[in-house]
């Protein structure tokens, strides 16, 4: 049996540079930076199951740890759909104790439950203003809701989804 | 070939065995910050593996003998910890009445194989770098030799339990230990309590971050206990004692890395009968975590 030619539209090389300019645009937003705080940690060993540990997980570009300042820094690669959970679940499960964490994320904003938001690909993170230094948060509330940003914030030991803002970048 | 040699062929065939095995790739990430002697809390996290190689020289008053051994952990969960360790090779048997103690606290006696569950039941971290912890220790033995110290040694259990405190500048553990052998056609090797203590510190010279190596001195000590054993259903009279030694260890960590070496010396010796007198034991443990 003769199989049948497949004939293209014209204007499919011109929809495939669309999408992928609008799929460029629209990439998904997600944790680029971690900065882990973990108390526990006390040798070389530790540190190095710990580098590794958070090495395998999806979307990690780079972990550095540091058992003097006790943390770990993550740098993510775009589009990763990573959480701040799954880093910490890395972290108890190799036997210690996960504190705040400061973030880099980027995500898009939307208000729901009567709070600002940000969302990501793997996470919707409920935004909290600074006891402190209001700047970023005023700035944040007179961005229009949908647009997309990147926001450095602290995350409390006992959430992971609760980020207290401190600066935005549209 | 004598009795003797016969007993030394065997048990070299016996080590060769056990090399293979130890050269198979059983993964391994260990101890980690403790120290070589003395009980410490473990530090494998969730699904990782350590294996330590170890040789230990025990000198007495009728010679020195020579030992190796490999002990491997596997961290089952971040707080339970399943370990296996087994003897390479021994001149120990050449002594007519070496000394009872174990490889190290957390480790077997000579000739053992001991598997061991470690549950580290209490855990506090109280700061960067710092953490306060308590593990109870349970494990079975089988021996690798039909009679130890002329007596039929059958399989054994040991119980240990240690607390302390780990940091980047200091560490310090406390554990004590007791060790049943069951009995064997009317003989059984006597039992070992043990209690050990460990002070470490990290001085400033060596208070660099990771990945750069690790470097802390421990003091050690370990008191022993060993009960007389039975033979034919027999007391033994002249066996037994108390026996207490202090020493110092290194330990550097580099990476997945880890070297280790101490020596204890006696402090003290009650020892019953004729058996002969310890003068010393040093030990150096090579660690690989992957």
Redesign the interface.
């Known amino acids: 049996m003769k199989n049948k030619p497949v004939h293209f539209h014209p204007r499919f090389p011109l929809l495939i540079v669309l999408m992928l300019l609008f799929g460029a645009a629209g990439s998904p937003a997600a944790l680029l930076e971690v900065e882990q705080?973990?108390?526990?940690?006390?040798?070389?060993?530790?540190?190095?199951?710990?580098q590794r540990?958070l090495e395998k997980l999806p979307g990690v570009e780079k972990v550095t740890?540091?058992?003097?300042?006790?943390n770990a820094t993550l740098m993510l690669a775009r589009g990763n759909k990573l959480s701040l959970s799954a880093i910490r679940r890395v972290v108890?499960?190799?036997?210690?104790?996960s504190k705040e964490a400061t973030v880099l994320v980027e995500g898009t904003l939307h208000a729901g439950g009567g709070h600002l938001r940000l969302r990501t690909e793997g996470a919707d993170y409920a935004l909290t203003p600074p006891a402190a230094d209001p700047v970023a948060w005023n700035k944040l509330r007179q961005t229009e809701t949908g647009a997309k940003l990147t926001i450095r914030g602290r995350l409390p030991a006992d959430s992971a989804n609760e980020i207290t803002v401190e600066d935005v970048a549209p | 070939m004598n009795r003797r040699a016969s007993r030394v062929c065997h048990a070299s065939g016996m080590s060769a065995r056990l090399w293979i095995i130890g050269l198979l790739p059983v993964c391994a990430a260990a101890e980690g910050h403790g120290p070589a002697f003395g009980l410490a809390t473990p530090t494998l996290g969730r699904g990782q593996w350590s294996s330590d190689t170890l040789v230990m020289a025990l000198g007495t008053d009728a010679g020195t003998s020579l030992m190796t051994r490999e002990w491997v952990g596997y961290g089952l969960t971040e707080d339970l910890q399943a370990t296996l360790s087994f003897p390479l090779s021994s001149t120990i048997d050449r002594q007519m009445h070496p000394p009872r103690t174990r490889f190290g606290a957390m480790m077997g006696a000579f000739g053992d194989v001991e598997a061991s569950l470690l549950w580290r039941f209490q855990r506090v971290a109280p700061d960067v770098g710092a953490r306060l912890e308590s593990t109870l220790m349970v494990g079975g033995s089988i021996p690798t030799e039909l009679r130890r110290r002329g007596v039929r040694v059958g399989p054994g259990v040991n119980v240990a339990a240690v607390t302390g405190y780990a940091s980047r500048t200091v560490y310090g553990w406390v554990g004590a230990g007791w060790q049943r052998y069951a009995e064997r056609d009317g003989d059984r090797l006597g039992d070992l309590p043990y209690v050990s203590a460990v002070f470490g510190w990290r001085p400033p010279l060596f208070q660099h971050d990771y990945p750069r190596p690790d470097w802390r001195v421990f003091a050690e000590s370990i008191a022993e206990f060993p009960r007389a054993d039975r033979r034919g259903g027999i007391t033994r009279p002249d066996d037994g004692g108390t026996r207490i030694l202090l020493g110092p260890s290194l330990l550097g960590l580099y990476g997945q890395w880890g070297v280790e070496a101490g020596v204890l010396f006696p402090v003290r010796q009650e020892m019953r009968g004729t058996q002969p007198e310890e003068r010393f034991r040093a030990k150096a443990v090579f660690t690989w975590w992957f």
């Open positions: 705080v973990i108390w526990g940690m006390d040798c070389a060993p530790c540190a190095y199951g710990m540990g740890v540091s058992l003097n300042r006790g108890n499960e190799g036997g210690f104790t």
